[in-house]
């Protein structure tokens, strides 16, 4: 499987399927599970012997032996249970280990499936689905073992184990049990298959019903522009009558819980039978009172059983989910043969075009750019500009065409040498919650406080992060600490010089309020520029205006290529910018200009 | 477990209720749920008195088998243990079945007076309170509280079968019930010192369990920004520390839980010793007889677990009892905008007059003092100053969103305090700096205000802005889902989807606060041109971010503080070189044509 991350001597399990995946992680931890079947028999067995007990003392008591029987017999009681108490301690403890170790072992798999995949891969996940797999669903995995387990074990060991005492006793005695288990699994399945969908109906419900509630809320003031509270009012009581009606499904269901009834009257027939082999003398007192205590034992394990299925349903989803995307084919990897030169950064398109099944988002670009040279890219939200960026560094891959770093194809590059010489800053400047030196040494670690404060210069940074009380030990995210979209932007610049890239991709879409900050981003962008090829796709019309080169991109199509002056000249499009401006726009010469023609850009 | 840790954070709308009060609220939600509550009630007495018969059956069985073998008739004493067993399943049914539907019922009608309640608030009570916390107290506290009548029918089934078991068990032998009742406070009490271990360790799991979230979420939004500086193997190492200390911690909590049961177990083990040995001479002494001694054998184990649970329910009980008075609170907050009168206007044409307008969010910062401004029909307005300097309060007035303390402002002559308010703001069209969407197509959102449109009409208003250039942008049209709050969309497009919907409103008046979010060139184009013609012949006013707007504007209203202090248009302003011109080079000169000519040589 292609990988971008790998970790060495990392324990491999089985990911063929759900079952078999989880199987190997038990499998590493085999001592621990099978100890703690060992402790439940222990724990069994004694309190299957405690009834036995109960049944001697009764005996006991009606035909007296000596004086100190019965003492003997109330100590024998406390061992025992003293006993069942330690196996079942120990029997949870190791359980207790089995399923942590599992859900952390497992969050660990994932996550270094997470770092393995690539950029296309965590473009078409959301976040709060991860999210719910790295915690729900580990937690899924650990209540399958604990309690799932003891839940297991107590319905396999709690009606087995009294089973075989009662047996011991009088193998007669196990034809009502034996009976009442065999219907008691055919109405506990018919029972949980028409919950489940209910429960899962309800839990929809009441998620539609906050997610509704929160949207009115949140667009409260749109509500009340619109005069709309009616309709949201009547909007939120739809969606709380839909999940009343869930509700009150479910507990007629519940409420029909055929088990109890059974499990009644097996009690009165198991009775009936012991009574009627007394009256043939085949059975004493002692061993009635034995026999029926024993029966009551499956009381606990008949009823838990049902939670111990839909425990092993949901860990076995859960697991399902998880490895979904563990499994997920990643389309790059590192490709630690590739080519791995020093860069120059001249960046060449060959008609090059990128897509879904669904349609293209770019179609047929061609375009060369020097090295050093900067060019703006230009265009409305989903004309593609930022797909085009993002096939320079192999976020993606092109679908046809190619494209060429000095030369030689990004795809035969080494992954690890391309993407260390261009940097890419986003729209969303991402930064994580550490000091904003920190941040800045992100991509070079080992950095000196002086390199950091020299690139946070450069990058009009320094002074603003000193006007913070802790300067650059300044934890991002904390206590108030709030960066506006521009001093975030020049943080992320600061990070960039110090790795000091080749390309520079620059997803420059901040806001300036006020003339002054301008002038400085304007500075640190100007700084960026120096020494390097830079793509930019921008907001900010002066530097749009002064690039060496402006791309206007269309739906996906290259509609436009020159510099400002060009464009003013041909472009219909890039003259409605200026249009508004009260600026004189030069005449447009020919309509003919406006489609790219690939022959006049090929140096 | 998740009852252990419920927030109980308290908001500014918070108030106690006297328990006079609190049960009298209670009860006008539960009365229409009378009848199922007293058959329910009857029920669990039935079900509890039912559970106890069933021992009691079967010792006297024994003492009859024992003592008479042949007068004892089998099957009349199977065909009482399984009516017995019937009895108790159907009582269960009537329960479990009727408390869902009462419980059901008082969800629902709690949860539809908490919105009908929220949704007459004015801005005020939304701007001082989270989003997510009203929803919660509509939504959650609704259920939490609901939860008191599952919990006291609960309780009090368990109460009368440990009542019930004590007071027949002490008719029968003092002595073992004396045993019984002795062994019962170290069972409550290592129940309830379980709890507070447990409380602390629940806490410290799920700060470490939101630890790991917390790297995870910030792993997995940074990804990219780890992948260009290849620092995967940084935050794995990381990673690892989180994870194993989480593992670390929850092993520990789980250790807790696994040992209260073996812990009880073996109190209770020595409760049945005691009793074997005590109950044992008892009945060799011949003052008990072996059914009797059976019957408490039996009787321990139906008495331990409800006396464990009532520990639990109790603090369950007041938790769903604090909810209650949550939900309550919320829908008694009181609103701040009061109107007078109700009157409805046919028409508006746009005129507004503040008199003397005096205006404060809270009592300590003053917005607007003594002010007064006259816009008049058809006029654009755009208002200019500082953060702070009253701009956006002025919309907010007209709007109505909120109550101001002094003065008055008229609408085409009324008082606006007279006005019915979802009248008169169907006359007002209104587009925010980040324009609210709701997840939907554009199309219903552009028909949001005005349902009464037909797609045709919603059609013209999308092509009127912009030239409609905008709507091939997007992937289906006017039928693209614009997703959850519009984020499907961008910043631009969800202003062009909101100038639509204004224009199709084809409101008396526009307010505008415009964005200072920055959008692409070509967007940003078509907006202003889709601004043209929302304006046009149309009281407009404008709290202005962009050169171009204020430029355009009929009067341009200069304010510091809370007050004009100057007006006019943009060339004379900027000749007189006051507040404006001073404003213009803070935040509007690098907007202009001649900051972006000299931008090339700016830095060199």
């Not at chain 2, 552009?446 to 009464?452: K, N, Q, T, V």
């Amino acid at each position: 499987m292609k990988s971008e991350f790998t970790v060495a001597n990392a324990y491999r399990y089985n990911r063929s399927s759900p079952v078999r995946w989880i199987a190997s992680h038990l499998w590493r931890h085999k001592f621990f599970l099978m100890f703690s079947v060992v402790c439940w028999l222990s724990a069994y067995a004694s309190f299957s012997t405690l009834q036995v007990i109960i049944g001697r003392a009764a005996d006991e008591v009606l035909n007296p032996s000596s004086d100190n029987a019965l003492l003997f017999i109330a100590l024998t009681a406390i061992g025992v249970s003293l006993m069942d108490s330690m196996s079942s301690l120990t029997g949870a403890f190791l359980l207790e280990t089995l399923g942590k170790r599992f859900q952390r072992d497992a969050r660990e798999e994932l996550y270094i499936s997470l770092l393995s995949k690539s950029q296309v891969f965590h473009d078409r996940q959301r976040t709060g689905d991860i999210m719910a797999r790295a915690t729900e669903d580990m937690t899924g995995l650990s209540d399958m073992v604990i309690p799932g387990f003891i839940f297991i074990f107590d319905s396999c060991i709690g009606i087995v184990m009294p089973l075989l005492f009662i047996a011991s006793i009088k193998v007669d005695l196990l034809l009502v049990p034996l009976v009442f288990l065999v219907i008691y699994v055919f109405v506990v399945r018919n029972y949980v298959r028409r919950l489940n969908p209910v429960i899962a109906r309800q839990r929809d419900q009441f998620g539609v019903m906050n997610a509704g509630l929160e949207e009115s809320i949140s667009g409260i003031e749109i509500v009340k522009a619109s005069a709309q509270e009616a309709f949201e009012r009547l909007k939120f009581r739809q969606n709380a009558r839909q999940f009343k009606d869930y509700f009150v499904q479910q507990g007629r269901i519940e409420s029909r819980y055929l088990p109890l009834l059974m499990y009644g009257i097996a009690f009165g027939l198991m009775f009936l039978h012991c009574m009627s082999l007394y009256r043939q003398d085949e059975l004493s007192i002692a061993n009635i009172i034995a026999v029926m205590g024993l029966f009551g034992v499956w009381r606990f394990p008949v009823f838990i059983s049902i939670f111990s299925w839909s425990l092993m349903e949901n860990g076995l989803n859960s697991a399902r989910r998880i490895l979904t995307i563990i499994n997920a084919e990643t389309d790059l990897d590192e490709n630690a043969t590739g080519y791995a030169g020093e860069l120059r950064g001249e960046i060449t398109f060959e008609a090059v075009s990128f897509g879904y099944e669904d349609g293209m988002v770019l179609e047929d670009i061609s375009f060369h750019i020097k090295p050093g040279q900067t060019v703006a890219i230009v265009g409305q939200t989903g004309s593609g500009k930022s797909t085009l960026t993002e096939l320079v560094n192999r976020t993606y891959d092109a679908t046809a065409g190619r494209i060429l770093i000095d030369g030689v194809d990004v795809r035969d590059w080494n992954l690890d040498a391309l993407r260390s010489h261009i940097s890419k800053i986003e729209q969303d400047i991402f930064l994580f919650s550490r000091t904003i030196a920190e941040n800045i040494a992100f991509g070079a670690p080992d950095a000196s406080q002086e390199l950091i404060e020299q690139a946070a210069k450069e990058a009009q940074a320094h002074q603003f992060i000193l006007s913070f009380k802790d300067g650059y030990q300044t934890k991002i995210g904390e206590r108030g600490v709030t960066l506006s979209g521009g001093q975030r932007q020049r943080i992320a610049l600061a990070r960039a010089f110090l790795s000091n890239p080749r390309i520079l991709i620059l997803d420059d879409s901040t806001s300036a309020i006020d003339s002054a900050t301008e002038d400085e981003i304007q500075k640190a962008i100007k700084r960026a520029q120096q020494g390097r090829t830079v793509l930019l796709i921008t907001h900010r019309l002066s530097q749009i205006r002064w690039a060496d080169r402006i791309l206007v991109v269309d739906q996906g199509k290259l509609v436009a290529s020159g510099s400002h002056e060009e464009l003013l000249h041909s472009s219909p499009h890039y003259r409605r910018i200026f249009a508004r401006y009260d600026a004189a726009l030069p005449d447009i010469e020919s309509e003919a200009l406006e489609v790219y023609m690939p022959s006049e850009e090929v140096i | 477990m998740g009852f252990f840790m419920d927030g109980l954070d308290a908001e500014a709308y918070d108030r106690q209720y006297s328990d006079r009060e609190l049960v009298k609220r209670i009860v006008s939600y539960f009365r229409p749920q009378l009848p199922r509550m007293v058959i329910v009630a009857t029920a669990v007495v039935l079900t509890a008195g039912v559970d106890v018969l069933l021992p009691i059956i079967i010792s006297r069985s024994l003492d009859t088998l024992q003592n008479d073998p042949a007068s004892a008739n089998l099957l009349l004493i199977t065909s009482l243990i399984t009516v017995v067993a019937s009895l108790s399943w159907v009582f269960n049914m009537l329960r479990q079945w009727l408390s869902a539907e009462a419980v059901g019922n008082v969800v629902l009608n709690l949860r539809e007076d908490a919105v009908d309640a929220i949704t007459e608030r004015d801005l005020s009570f939304y701007d001082t309170f989270p989003s997510g916390k009203i929803v919660s107290r509509v939504t959650s506290d609704t259920a939490a509280f609901a939860q008191v009548v599952v919990l006291t029918i609960d309780l009090m089934s368990r109460i009368l079968l440990v009542g019930f078991l004590l007071i027949y068990l002490a008719t029968v032998s003092t002595k073992l019930t004396l045993v019984l009742v002795t062994i019962s406070p170290f069972v409550m009490g290592a129940a309830l010192g379980f709890r507070k271990i447990a409380r602390d360790w629940v806490t410290q799991s799920r700060r470490v369990l939101a630890e790991v979230s917390n790297h995870i979420q910030e792993t997995v939004s940074g990804i990219g920004v780890a992948k260009t500086f290849r620092q995967e193997s940084t935050i794995y190492d990381e990673f690892l520390d989180v994870n194993n200390r989480s593992y670390k911690i929850n092993l520990r909590t789980g250790f807790t839980f696994s040992s209260i049961f073996p812990i009880l177990n073996v109190i209770i083990g020595f409760g049945t010793a005691g009793l074997l040995y005590v109950g044992g001479k008892t009945v060799l002494s011949g003052s008990l007889s072996a059914g009797d001694w059976y019957l408490f054998i039996q009787g321990m184990a139906l008495f331990w677990f409800p006396l464990t649970s009532i520990a639990s329910f109790w603090s369950q009980f007041q938790l769903g009892l604090a909810a209650g008075e949550r939900v309550f609170a919320i829908m008694d907050a009181e609103n701040k905008v009061v109107q007078t009168a109700n009157h409805v206007l046919d028409q508006v044409r746009g005129d507004i007059r503040f008199e003397h307008v005096d205006f404060w969010y809270n009592e300590n910062e003053t917005v607007l003092k003594n002010f007064s401004l006259h816009i008049q029909t058809g006029e654009t307005l755009a208002l200019v100053g500082h953060t702070g300097s009253g701009k956006s309060s002025i919309t907010k007035l007209i709007a109505r969103f909120y109550e101001f303390q002094g003065g008055k402002i008229l609408v085409d002559g009324h008082d606006i305090r007279t006005l019915s308010l979802t009248d008169y703001r169907r006359f007002l069209g209104i587009v925010s700096q980040t324009p609210f969407l709701f997840d939907g197509t554009v199309m219903d959102n552009i028909r949001y205000g005005s349902p009464e449109a037909t797609e045709q009409e919603a059609e013209r208003a999308a092509q009127a802005v912009g030239g409609g250039d905008w709507i091939k942008s997007l992937p289906q049209g006017l039928h693209t889902a614009v997703g959850e709050r519009g984020s499907s969309l961008s910043m631009g497009q969800r202003q062009l989807v909101a100038l639509a919907r204004v224009l199709l409103q084809n409101p008396s008046i526009f307010i505008l606060d415009e964005a200072t979010a920055s959008i692409d060139p070509l967007t940003e184009t078509l907006i202003q041109e889709g601004l043209d013609t929302v304006m046009d012949n149309r009281t407009s006013i404008v709290v202005a971010h962009r050169l171009s707007t204020i430029k355009n504007a009929d009067r341009i209203i200069v304010l510091r503080e809370g007050e004009i202090i100057e007006e006019g248009s943009h060339e004379d302003l900027l000749a007189q070189g006051g507040h404006y011109a001073e404003l213009y080079n803070t935040y509007f000169r690098h907007q202009s044509l001649e900051y972006i000519e000299a931008s090339g040589e700016l830095i060199a």
